[in-house]
């Protein structure tokens, strides 16, 4: 293949990519996302572990701190760019000045790991899932929605990733819909709420069992459904939505608000069981797919927005001590023991046993027991 062949290939990046800009880092402030272990049926989970990937999708530095902790090789989705920070990427960030950026969910009281700046991500109402109820002046406050928004004190920005992918959840054209079903996760389950009789007999749709559908199932069952009845805020509702299945809320002691009514709008989507709801509902669904995915554009330009407030942010803190995130700092002496184990194994497979031995005893003159990286 000549060169001309070569610039004009699908495979091959754009030419006006190359260059050392391109290739070496730039000292930029990092980001430390701050979430859970990539779970599938979370949206807030979810959103969180996207917003890390689409950070570096757009060539920013950011990682992953798992809280509670999880065992790394576990945490995280194989198809998502998200690296779990490490002790040297602490030290490294540190020693050169550059004040990262943690992003905490509302649902983690105060800033356990002692970042120098704080991004405050509003995913829920305030204590709904536990966590603060107020936040410091100096905290970045940003929101999911324009609902979360309005709730928080000081907003800074709106940040809607869309979490549900559209690729999954399609709609079949002119399919005959019968039957409905329904979601009630944690008003059921948590709440201990006694369900509707409008639900009587519907399919119910649950998430962490071990008999729960997976995602392709839900899609083929919102795509044969009339109706979908949903019992709290949960990304399903959007994913019924993709498929051309009308969404009916079922208001609830712990239901009065929708979290993204003003992205999503209202069309189809029934607030309660009144029939003419109901019917509008099944008369605007077509429509909702549409707005769905405008908010791939508009998340895309938000993201800009976000990375430009906070870098300019960070570079006015004072970075005096490396964060604290104390399964870094402080290792199981197992876990160590583990790795120890697993380096000369891979050793041992490599060089052989005469070999491995001689590094052993060379490595344990020059640093003693303390041989682990």
Not at 91 to 106: M, S
Request: aromatic share 12%; hydrophobic share 40%; net charge neutral.
């Amino acid at each position: 293949m000549d060169a001309a062949e070569m610039v004009q290939s699908p495979n091959s990046l754009p030419s006006e990519q190359a260059g050392a800009d391109w290739l070496l880092p730039k000292p930029r402030h990092p980001y430390y996302v701050v979430a859970p272990r990539y779970v599938r049926t979370s949206a807030g989970i979810k959103v969180l572990h996207l917003l890390c990937h689409a950070l570096n999708r757009a060539g920013e530095r950011a990682y992953l701190i798992t809280h509670p902790y999880y065992l790394p090789q576990y945490a995280t989705h194989p198809e998502l760019i998200t690296p779990i920070l490490t002790k040297a990427t602490v030290e490294h960030d540190f020693e050169a000045g550059l004040a990262p950026i943690v992003v905490y969910p509302e649902t983690v009281r105060g800033n356990p790991f002692k970042a120098p700046f704080v991004v405050r991500y509003v995913l829920n109402f305030l204590g709904l899932l536990g966590g603060d109820t107020q936040y410091g002046e100096d905290e970045f406050c940003i929101a999911y929605s324009e609902t979360l928004a309005r709730s928080i004190r000081a907003s800074r920005l709106t940040l809607f990733v869309p979490a549900s992918d559209p690729r999954i959840f399609t709609p079949v054209p002119e399919r005959e819909r019968r039957g409905t079903c329904f979601y009630a996760g944690k008003y059921k389950y948590h709440h201990g709420g006694e369900l509707f009789d409008i639900t009587r007999d519907s399919t119910e749709i649950t998430r962490t069992f071990s008999d729960s559908p997976t995602q392709p199932e839900i899609a083929e069952l919102f795509r044969r459904s009339e109706l979908f009845y949903c019992y709290e805020n949960t990304a399903l509702a959007i994913e019924a939505l993709l498929c051309g299945c009308p969404v009916v809320f079922l208001p609830n002691p712990y239901f009065d608000r929708v979290i993204g009514a003003d992205e999503h709008g209202w069309d189809g989507i029934a607030w309660g069981t009144d029939p003419s709801e109901i019917d509008r509902a099944k008369r605007t669904v077509h429509l909702a797919r549409d707005h769905f995915l405008h908010h791939f554009d508009v998340f895309h330009d938000a993201l800009g927005q976000f990375i430009s407030l906070t870098q300019s942010e960070a570079a006015g803190r004072k970075y005096v001590e490396p964060v604290v995130v104390p399964y870094l700092n402080h290792v199981n002496p197992l876990l160590k023991i583990a790795g120890l184990i697993e380096i000369v194994r891979s050793i041992y497979r490599d060089k052989g046993a005469a070999e491995t031995a001689s590094l052993l005893i060379r490595r344990v003159r020059r640093r003693g027991m303390s041989f682990l990286p």
